[in-house]
């Protein structure tokens, strides 16, 4: 109060004094602008937070092809390893992809190679510790992943706490969870083979762990964990069992679908004082949109054929182009809400619901990752939709097979398109026999709470949320209770 009267004394004495020409608004004006400065003078210096600027593109080298999983024996040869870890889990150990690059390795003479295929799906940091402490004891040159996100992920942390081998997890995994702290050396090459349609890890920097103890998940991202080589294999999905492809799809879908709509990166604060510092997240730009809005038109016209059909082959391969080029979108703008709030959905569920998905062959609970980002979607896009009503249209156009000029989507007013577009993203996720809501796979109302607590931490995708990431101070706690109220039925 006492500095609000020195300020109206000062203003006030401005426009009151002794001028002969005390009529004069000019005169007045500059004495009032000269009292406003004397104010300021007397201010506590605010320090600018400075916006980003700039933008970096990365993402792996890619090779796309039939049967091109043959080659990885070569490939690591060319590359002069000198001893290969190779990663894969109990399944896909037994299938034909593993198979196919097992042959390849042993084509090729002075390759040795060690085999670690206890990766489990959906990681914990238990799990993430033992197949470090394997690798430890190799001293690899070389890192070989053989299966989905779960077992590229691993072997991107195998690799980086091979390089850094005093390091703690907890120093590499993402603030504020964990210490986040810069990979300054490089690691070993990792070439990545993917036998599902969904992640696109084969791209990106990001390796994601559930931290049990914690009941949520979260993750290592920096351009340095990439793999050097992405080896998409549309054989490779042959043997993925329909839930799963669904489940993996799903992850496409918001993957684009969040990376398109995250806030623009000339928004997200700080502006890095070095650029090793700026994030492989860095929000919604011109290269990452193109690869997002491509993966989101192909998912929303092919995922549906697989549900019907898994065999059916061109909507598998489509549906790896898209995982890849939603990776290269995501990995280089980031996602937002549905990822966030996803980590506790799916961490909680092993001490709470335990829900085990249809289609899944494991002997523990388990929401399928790409299950856990769709059941909040419907409500996460209604929230977003007026930050950019334009991009939001986009979508919805593309799920109702139309276009924005359509007078079905261009005559619907900016304040109506969320909901809109809440009910097609609800229609299509039915047509995929998802979980209509957080009640469809054990949670109640009392657990909404519980689940908020669990997103809050996950900084690194909610600073990029538009209505959070873009209001500094905001944590988004009172948004993420009423995204979550709306998911519970719909």
Known sequence: MASRRVISRL????????????????????QQLAAVSQVRSMATPVQTVQKEYAFEVAGSNLRFGDGVTAEVG????????RKVGVFTDPTVAKLKPMETALRSLQSQEDLPFEIYDQVLAEPTEDSWKKAISWAREHDFSHFLAVGGGSVIDTAKAANLFTVYKDADLMDYINAPIGKGLPIQHPLRPLIAVPTTAGTGSETTGAAIVDITSRSFKTGIASRALKPVLGIVDSQNTESCPTAVQISAG???????MESYTAIPYTERTPRPANPINRPAYQGSNPVADIFSLWALQTTVKYLPRIAKNRDDEEARKQMLLAASFAGIGFGNAGVHLCHGMSYPISGLNKQGPKYKHPGYEVDHPIIPHGVSVALTGPAVFQFTSPSSPDRHRQALAIFTNTTISDPSISRIPDSEIGAYLFEAIARFLDGLGVPRGLKAVGYQNKDIAMLVEGTIPQRRVLDLAPGIGDFVGEDGRHHLTRIMESSMEY
């Not at 203003?11 to 004006?29: E, L, R, V």
């Open 11 to 30: 203003i006030n004495a401005s426009q009151h004094t002794a001028c002969p020409c005390h009529g004069c608004a000019a005169h007045s004006h500059h």
């Open 74 to 81: 070569m490939d690591l040869k060319n590359m002069k390893a």
């Open 250 to 256: 799903l992850d496409v879908l918001f993957h684009s």
